[in-house]
């Protein structure tokens, strides 16, 4: 029987990504004259990527966003974004304590996310804990991305784990809907990136801290699958 499989989704789940984001949004705000945002107010849509960040940052604004200059922004804000990297962004506290209790148990372990593989790396790499994924799949790593459930399965298999034995980590919709489409289990965390409770989303369970994530939960969501 093959070991068994947890996948973590990436910012808002693993890392507290959030400070650094804004940050990178109000860079590239400034640099088009646009008043810059409230990271408490803007938090949530650091789970929607730069390009739906700008755009939020200008509709709060009541201002148009052109094509090119929009553009030209999410290309400042990932050259900013990469060149501070890993900065603030820190592991969500327990999580760290969780991979070394899963590692411990025999389960492999890997991310898929909606940041770019690049990014995601240097990012793991630069908060400490790279070292526990058998794989690291971004948007680009494969021709597809969540919610295709298809990036999800890929992950598992380029981890070297089957999908009847997996567990996906996330904490927005899209985490969500993605492993509901591939059959699979799914956690979610309370404290993401999210302006709707995860709870509205029907995740298998819902968490506020990494010392709900068990083992004994882990198997026992496993198995209720047939894994």
Request: with cysteine; aromatic share 8%.
């Amino acid at each position: 029987m093959s070991q068994p499989i947890i996948v973590f989704d990436l910012d808002g789940t693993l890392v507290d990504t959030a400070p650094d984001l804004v940050d990178s949004l109000n860079h590239a705000l400034t640099s088009a004259g646009v008043p810059v945002v409230d990271p408490a107010v803007h938090r949530n849509n650091a789970g929607l990527g730069a390009r739906v960040m700008i755009e939020r940052a200008y509709q709060a604004h009541r201002r148009t966003l052109p094509i090119d200059e929009h553009d030209r922004l999410f290309a400042l804000f990932l050259e900013h974004y990469g060149a501070s990297m890993p900065g603030r962004s820190k592991p969500y506290p327990g999580a760290v304590e969780a991979l070394d209790r899963f590692v411990a148990a025999g389960f492999l372990l890997a991310v898929c996310t909606n940041k770019t593989e690049a990014l995601s790396r240097r990012l793991l790499a630069g908060t400490g804990v790279a070292g526990y994924f058998g794989a690291i799949c971004g948007q680009d790593t494969f021709a597809f991305r969540k919610p295709d459930p298809r990036h999800l399965i890929e992950t598992i298999r380029l981890a070297g784990a089957d999908r009847d034995r997996a567990l996906m980590v996330g904490d927005s919709r899209t985490d969500i809907d993605t492993a509901k489409a591939a059959g699979i289990p799914v956690v979610a965390v309370d404290f993401g990136y999210t302006d709707r409770h995860v709870r509205e989303f029907e995740p298998s369970v819902v968490i506020s801290h990494f010392d709900e994530l068990t083992v004994d939960l882990a198997k026992r969501l496993i198995s209720s699958t047939g894994g």
